[in-house]
Structure formats: C-alpha cells, structure tokens
C-alpha cells in the first residue's frame, strides 16, 4: 500500500524511508518515545482516517458510524478492563489536549491549581508560562526536595494549604521514581481539591501493575497512549463517574469530561488512531505486555547502574520506572553537547533540566534517557549494561575518537542484532 506513495510523492516517500532507516540504525533512548507494532501501524494507514464521527459512541452527528462506533467502544471497553477505570475517552488527539480538556472540565478561567514545576520534571501543560495552562488559570507549582530530589509530600502539603487550589496535578515527564499517588489523595483531601494524575510516561507500567495505581485514588487520570504503553501518538482521559466537589451538579464527572472533549476543545475524533489504540490496547491485555514492562525495569536499572559504576551521577541516586535522568555537572560537559555527541554515535538522547539546575533550559545539564523503546526491539539488561559503561567512556572523553568509534560501533551491532521492523519492507 506504501508504493503509492511512491510514485504520487517521491519527496515524502523518501522521507519516509529515510526515517525508517534513521530509526533502525540508531539506539532510540528518548524516554518518552517507543516503537508501535506493525498492527497498530497498519490501523493507522487505513480507510478509517475518512470518516467524521462528532459525537460518542451511538450518539454521532453524521450517520455511517456503525463500524467506526464498534472501534471506539472497544477502545473504550479495553481501556476500562486495562486499568479498571469506572470511565474512559479515547478521542483526545494528544496529551496536551487530553490535559486541557480535563482542566476545562472541572476549573474557571483563573482557578488555582498546583502541579510539579517545569524545571523539577514536571511538563509544559502543568501550567508553565509559555502555555496556555499557565495564562489561562492560576498555577503555583512544587518541587522536589533540594537534597534527595524526590517528592516531599509533607512539603507539597504545606504548600497546598497555602495555596488552597481547586486541583492538584500528580505526573511528570522527567521524574525517575515512583510517585505515592495515596499520599497526593491525602492532601486533596485535606484542602477540598480535585486530585488530576497525568500517568504519560508511566502509563504502561500502571497497566503491568509495576506502579502505585492512580486509578482508584484520582478523580481524573490523564495518559499518553504512545509512550510506554506503546500504542499510536494519542491520548485518552479516565475518570470516576462520581464528581466529588459537586455531587449535586447537573453532570457528573464523566459526562463533564466528555463534552469538555467534544463539543468543548475538539471536532472530529481521529478514528484512525482510536482504533490503533484499540489495538494497542488488546496487546496491553497480554500477559506477554506484564513480562514487556518488567524487562523496562530491569532494562532500565541495568543502564542506570552501568553509568553510576562509570562515575555519572544519577539524579536520586538511581530509577525506579522507566527513566533516568543524568546529571552531567558530575563530568563537566552540558546537557546539550551530550545529546550531539552521542547523536553522532547513534545513541538517540535528550537533554534535560535537572532539579535546580545552574544552567539554562536551552542547555542545561541533564540528559534524560528511557528503556521503554530498546526494550520493544529485543535489547536484553547485558546489551543496557554495554551501552551505559560505552556511553559514560564517550561523555567523558567527548573529543577521544576512539570512544566515538567504540560507541558507533556497539550502535552498528546492537542494531544489526535486533533488528526493528523486520516485516516492513520499503524498497520493494
Ligand atoms: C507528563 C506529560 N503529560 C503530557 C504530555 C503531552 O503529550 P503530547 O506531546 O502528546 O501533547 C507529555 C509529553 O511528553 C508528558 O510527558
């Protein structure tokens, strides 16, 4: 099917393939980034992708919603089984949307809300200033702890009664421990707040139950599909039916989220892509997808033990999900020359604040890493184990050509070794 666009647009088609190869050849480590299957990938090119279906499921604007309504409700329905959520939308077209629409359906322009700061790991829709989260409601944000760089709840508490906000926000995109989501509950609790969990990152491993579970102490829970729960690029929100600030309101929670989805922030849903998160869903079910999530773990710790061996500090001293987060301070080069650098020996990284950072967001002194997608091609916690003792000689000899040529070539083999995709054949 791909060979059309071959011949109609040689230029995408190239980018494509090119893509594809970029892909392949590199180790992808970006924490918030995993290879899809080719199920999920094959439901994303399909007919599909044509259809407007505004509105829920048995409930459309346009007719012809039959097979696009059986899509969505076992998205739906999966999602419910996966996490055991009394509520699921699957139409939010990203995380970012997903956030805004929760937000919109329970806060007034102008609300206060508190949520992890920017610069501490928590992300952009937890009301930074550049985004509209931030200049459209009052945030105030926590930290983490100025020694062990981990949440402090006593902390968080304090500040939240100060602050008195109508929601608070759990989740991060650069935080490399668990989060104690009951404790969050407790302050809620404590100043009569909503109690919202963004789980992007961590979502998969809150599905392989290898992560305190949001589900049954937050009143909205938000989550990428794409990150380690390996589905296609999209969002979903689950709630409580139950609206516990206004159990008299003429809504309850569930139906406040849905039209704040749709009619409130989007038009037509994706279904192209809510039908791969179906798919994806059902590999979520498998038993195989709790031993996939455990080996992260593994996979993970592997890595972050490696590079502490080697004399990088890990912030917190180490991981338990899916991420870390370095602080290169300990081995005098930035953030951002890190991520070139071992961009060139295809080592896929970011650079990233860490918790007090001396230096600027646009290079700043971490590198965040993940083990979600190498875990996906095959890389066994022996391969992650290489790839941090190989990647600390480069970072600290950054001009040596010999550890550039070290690295390149472990890239070159673990690639060949397990190799991504085997089944798409592009050049035919
Ligand atoms: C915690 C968290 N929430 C929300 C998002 C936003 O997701 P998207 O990029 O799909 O808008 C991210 C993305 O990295 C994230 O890490």
Not at 26 to 45: C, K, Q, R, W
Not at 53 to 72: A, L, T, V
Not at 210 to 217: F, Q, S
Not at 389 to 403: G, H, I, Q, R, V
Request: glycine share 8%; proline share 4%.
């Amino acid at each position: 099917m791909l060979n059309f666009i071959a011949s109609s647009d040689p230029k995408i088609w190239s980018a494509i393939k090119g893509e594809l190869a970029r892909q392949r050849s590199g180790l992808e480590m970006i924490a918030s980034e995993n290879f899809a299957s080719p199920a999920v990938l094959e439901t994303m090119g399909t007919v599909l992708t044509n259809k407007y279906s505004e509105g829920y499921p048995g409930k459309r604007y346009y007719g012809g919603n039959e097979f696009i309504d059986i899509c969505e409700q076992l998205a739906i329905d999966r999602a419910k089984a996966l996490f055991g959520a009394e509520h699921v939308n699957v139409q939010s077209h990203a995380g970012s949307q997903a956030n805004l629409s929760a937000y919109a359906a329970i806060l007034k322009a102008g609300d206060k809300v508190l949520a992890m700061d920017l610069a501490c790991g928590g992300h952009l829709t937890h009301g930074a200033k550049v985004s509209f989260t931030g200049k459209n409601y009052q945030f105030q944000h926590y930290g983490v702890d100025k020694d062990t760089e981990r949440l402090d709840y006593d902390k968080i508490l304090f500040t939240a009664q100060e602050v008195r906000p109508k929601l608070i926000v759990a989740g991060a995109s650069a935080y490399p421990r668990q989060i104690n989501f009951s404790k969050f509950r407790q302050i809620a609790d404590a100043v009569g707040a909503y109690l919202m969990v963004d789980m992007a990152h961590i979502a998969g491993l809150v599905a392989a139950k290898l992560h305190p579970d949001p589900i049954a102490v937050a009143d909205i829970i938000t989550t990428t599909t794409h990150k380690t729960l390996r589905g296609p690029r999209g969002a979903m929100i689950l709630c409580a039916l139950n609206d516990r600030l206004d159990p008299e309101g003429k809504k309850n929670l569930a139906q406040k989220i849905d039209s704040s989805v749709f009619p409130g922030s989007q038009g037509g849903p994706l279904d192209h892509v809510i039908a791969a998160k179906a798919v994806s869903l059902h590999e979520a079910l498998q038993p195989s997808f709790v031993d996939y999530q455990k080996s992260v773990l593994a996979n993970t710790a592997a890595l972050g033990s490696a590079l502490a061996a080697a004399g990088i500090r890990l912030v917190t001293g180490g991981t338990d999900n899916h991420l870390l987060l370095l602080d290169l301070n300990s081995i005098n080069i930035t953030g951002g020359e890190a991520e070139k650098l071992l961009d060139q020996a295809g080592f896929f990284t970011n650079k990233n604040m860490i918790p007090n950072d001396p230096r600027k967001p646009t290079d700043p002194s971490g590198l965040r890493l993940g083990g979600a997608a190498l875990t996906t091609r095959g890389l066994t916690a022996t391969d992650f184990a290489s790839i941090g003792t190989t990647m600390a000689n480069l970072l600290k000899n950054p001009t040596n050509s010999s550890a550039l040529k070290e690295a390149k070539e472990l890239a070159t083999h673990l690639t060949q070794a397990y190799p991504l995709y085997p089944e798409l054949n592009y050049d035919r």
